[in-house]
């Protein structure tokens, strides 16, 4: 697992690492980032949540292409179970790219454990993005 205080050129390094298609839940904190994806020539699919994110990811990876899912820490929980049963049992590594927030109430907890709960699911493929705390 990776840590890092900016998105800022991360789409396109992953490109660059052989990334093709990217997958998630819109998430202001990580503006940027999907400005950037938008603007590569890349596979970029809006998910309508995070299980969803990770399932399209999955079957993404099963095809055998590089996939990457963004998504925003207080939605971890949903991808939870589809990295338990669907990923980690299968050997399937799509990248996780997390915002991470702290700061409002909502995000307060999620915020204390992101990064131990993927630990603790020994889920190395992330990049948790500590970066301002974007809660617009």
């Known amino acids: 697992m990776k840590t890092v205080t900016s998105a800022d050129g991360l789409a396109q390094q992953l490109l660059s690492e052989g990334y093709e298609l990217f997958v998630g839940v819109p998430d202001s904190g990580l ?3 999907i400005e950037e994806l938008d603007a590569l020539p890349v596979q970029h699919v809006i998910a309508t949540w995070e299980a969803e994110a990770v399932a399209i990811a999955a079957g993404a990876e099963l095809a055998g292409r590089k996939a990457c899912v963004y998504l925003q820490n207080a939605g971890l929980g949903h991808a939870v179970n589809p990295l338990a049963s669907l990923c980690i049992p299968w050997g399937l ?5 997390i915002g991470h927030r ?12 992101d990064v131990a709960l993927l630990e603790l699911l020994d889920y190395p493929h992330a990049i948790v993005v500590h970066g301002p705390n974007n809660e617009s």
């Open 31 to 33: 503006r940027g980032f």
């Open 102 to 113: 702290h700061t409002l109430p909502q995000h307060a907890v999620m915020g204390r454990v």
């Open 93 to 97: 590594t799509p990248l996780l790219v």
